[in-house]
């Protein structure tokens, strides 16, 4: 069955198809094959924020990464265009044994990776196994999603990963796929649909040597396979990656499964600056932005724009790396939250309907705990606390990224300034430093641990709250220097692992209540609805609240 549990729970389908009207665009003479009937082709352009780390699916977290691979690959479970909810994929169906252990997949048959090789249940297997056991503690530290679902590998070699929830896959024929797990786990099914979780082509995996991952000081390399052929089932093939130029470009997969896509080439251009992202849509030049800034929204819908916008389903956070002593005083992180004017800060820099957070998830996602401690605007409370704790001449090194917009956070620089101010005003010293996004800020932030705080955040998966609290403090991270928290991280695996609707309910409000007044490892900052904008001449996009998107529904002109 498919878990009712994963419910929506919120306006999701506000953010259903948008589908928007036309003039012209060069088009060519094929039938569209996707069944509507209308004649497409020609090229969407569209402009991604930030450079790609890499196309392998499990060694990335980031959506800029995401972003041309949703196109590439598919996973077992997909959401719903529009929605958080669960549709099939790759499986047509699937169900689970009463303890939540087993998972059963009924697979898509006649479907057909990239390099012509069949995808079936061996398939499957060979990409649970794979990563499963993969080797070497460079390749496990990248795989961030795969450790926060799974947990632990064969055999743990990185830093903070935990005992492994994964414990074999079963081909019991080319249609029927069988993983099963050491414990029940409240992300799944949801976690199946994790675009981390694609599935690949076993044989271009092994031609391309896809596990070798390779540190360089604070750097990494990735395998052919990652860089120069990534091989999926989606309905758009890897054409090319001109690092030059900053632009990628995929091509119509005309043997697609589903619903094929209507133009024949899709360009990912990379325009890191905002302004640059503006101009060029403006120019004609691309076709579609991601994440406009809140004050060019209602310029741009006057100007004939389309401004879609989703609901927030997501968080931005301000992270505090307990590595630095003084920030290992719970008094020093509540005196830092205090000293935060996030309401300020939500009026002056946040989209339309932004809202200040409490928590680390959305309260539209089960265990949102109303009655958490909150931290309200207090520069005088904040002074105290760092005088009881002997932190008045604190000096903190404060990290933001460069070189991106992220849905939860527009514009990186304008937060940190904000935010700056607010603490040098209760007398902390703050060093700023500016790191490129995927050119070594998430490197120095999630592996590293030079920070003292940092601005991340996250965009939810899927719809419960281990894909958020879990996610962030469900085991030790370098990101918060918090390995010996273990009281939070056994709290967190146990309301994970509750099957029973209410207990699970329960458990997660504790968490929640807990996080905010016994550990606090990050200050929540906003919840905040991106945009993403297209031209009038673009048809069939849908607007996802999960920034799921997906471009085989596109048409131009």
């Known amino acids: 069955m498919q878990a009712s549990r994963l419910k929506t729970a919120m306006a999701l389908a506000a953010a259903a198809a948008l589908a928007v009207g036309a003039s012209g665009c060069a088009k060519s003479d094929r039938d569209d094959e996707g069944g509507s009937g209308a004649k497409s082709g020609g090229t969407f352009v569209f402009a991604g924020a930030g450079d790609p780390k890499n196309f392998d699916p499990i060694f990335n977290d980031d959506g800029e990464s995401f972003r041309p691979i949703r196109q590439m690959y598919d996973t077992l479970v997909q959401n719903k265009p529009g929605t958080a909810e669960l549709q099939g994929a790759l499986a047509e169906s699937w169900e689970h044994d009463p303890d939540g252990k087993v998972w059963t997949f009924k697979l898509r048959k006649g479907v057909k990776f990239h390099d012509g090789t069949d995808f079936n249940a061996a398939a499957v297997c060979f990409n649970f196994d794979r990563w499963f056991n993969m080797k070497g503690a460079a390749a496990q530290s990248q795989m961030i999603y795969y450790s926060d679902t799974f947990g632990g590998f064969a055999k743990n070699e990185a830093e903070g990963v935990g005992q492994p929830v994964y414990n074999k896959c079963e081909a019991k024929d080319d249609g029927t796929a069988v993983v099963t797990m050491n414990q029940y786990k409240g992300a799944f099914p949801g976690?199946?649909?994790?675009?981390?979780?694609s599935i690949a082509s076993p044989e271009a995996l092994k031609k391309y040597d896809a596990d070798t991952v390779k540190q360089n000081g604070d750097s990494f390399e990735y395998s052919a396979f990652a860089n120069e052929h990534p091989v999926g089932t989606g309905p758009f093939k890897f054409a090319g990656w001109d690092k030059t130029k900053g632009e990628i470009t995929l091509e119509r997969n005309?043997?697609?499964?589903?619903?094929?896509?209507?133009?024949?080439?899709?360009?990912?251009?990379?325009?890191?600056?905002?302004n640059t992202r503006k101009q060029e849509l403006r120019a004609g030049t691309v076709q579609g932005i991601d994440f406009p800034a809140p004050a060019d929204r209602k310029a741009?819908?006057?100007?004939?724009?389309?401004?879609?916008?989703?609901p927030a389903f997501?968080?931005?956070?301000?992270?505090?790396?307990?590595?630095?002593?003084?920030?290992?005083?719970?008094?020093?992180?509540?005196?830092?939250?205090?000293?935060?004017?996030?309401?300020?800060?939500?009026?002056?820099?946040?989209?339309?309907g932004t809202k200040v957070a409490d928590e680390f998830m959305p309260d539209t996602v089960l265990g949102y705990a109303p009655d958490v401690q909150k931290y309200d605007y207090n520069p005088e409370k904040a002074k105290q606390l760092l005088k009881e704790a002997g932190a008045e001449k604190l000096t903190l090194n404060f990290y933001y990224p460069t070189d991106v917009s992220r849905p939860y956070m527009p514009n990186p620089q304008e937060i940190f300034t904000v935010l700056a101010n607010d603490l040098k005003a209760v007398g902390i010293t703050?060093?700023?430093?500016?790191?490129?996004?995927?050119?070594?800020?998430?490197?120095?932030?999630?592996?590293?641990?030079?920070?003292?705080?940092?601005?991340?955040?996250?965009?939810?998966?899927?719809?419960?709250?281990?894909?958020?609290?879990?996610?962030?403090?469900?085991?030790?991270?370098?990101?918060?220097?918090?390995?010996?928290?273990?009281?939070?991280?056994?709290?967190?695996?146990?309301?994970?692992?509750?099957?029973?609707?209410?207990?699970?309910?329960?458990?997660?409000?504790?968490?929640?209540?807990?996080?905010?007044?016994?550990?606090?490892?990050?200050?929540?900052?906003?919840?905040?609805?991106?945009?993403?904008?297209?031209?009038?001449?673009?048809?069939?996009?849908?607007?996802?609240?999960?920034?799921?998107?997906?471009?085989?529904?596109?048409?131009?002109?």
């Open 191 to 197: 976690a199946f649909a994790l675009t981390a979780l």
């Open 254 to 274: 005309a043997d697609y499964w589903g619903e094929k896509a209507k133009v024949d080439k899709l360009v990912i251009k990379i325009i890191k600056d905002e």
């Open 300 to 310: 741009l819908s006057g100007e004939g724009y389309q401004v879609l916008d989703r």
């Open 314 to 352: 997501n968080i931005l956070y301000l992270g505090i790396n307990q590595k630095n002593p003084k920030l290992k005083d719970l008094r020093v992180r509540q005196a830092i939250a205090y000293a935060l004017n996030r309401q300020q800060l939500v009026q002056t820099k946040g989209p339309g």
């Open 430 to 557: 703050v060093n700023g430093v500016a790191r490129p996004w995927n050119g070594g800020y998430k490197d120095d932030v999630q592996q590293f641990g030079k920070h003292d705080l940092h601005l991340l955040g996250w965009t939810g998966d899927y719809n419960d709250p281990g894909n958020f609290v879990g996610t962030f403090f469900g085991r030790g991270k370098v990101e918060f220097g918090d390995q010996s928290m273990t009281e939070m991280f056994e709290a967190i695996t146990k309301a994970d692992a509750t099957v029973d609707e209410a207990g699970k309910k329960a458990a997660w409000e504790q968490v929640n209540r807990d996080i905010a007044t016994k550990w606090l490892p990050a200050v929540p900052v906003w919840h905040a609805p991106p945009a993403i904008v297209v031209t009038k001449d673009v048809k069939g996009l849908v607007a996802s609240p999960l920034t799921d998107e997906r471009f085989n529904t596109v048409s131009v002109g």
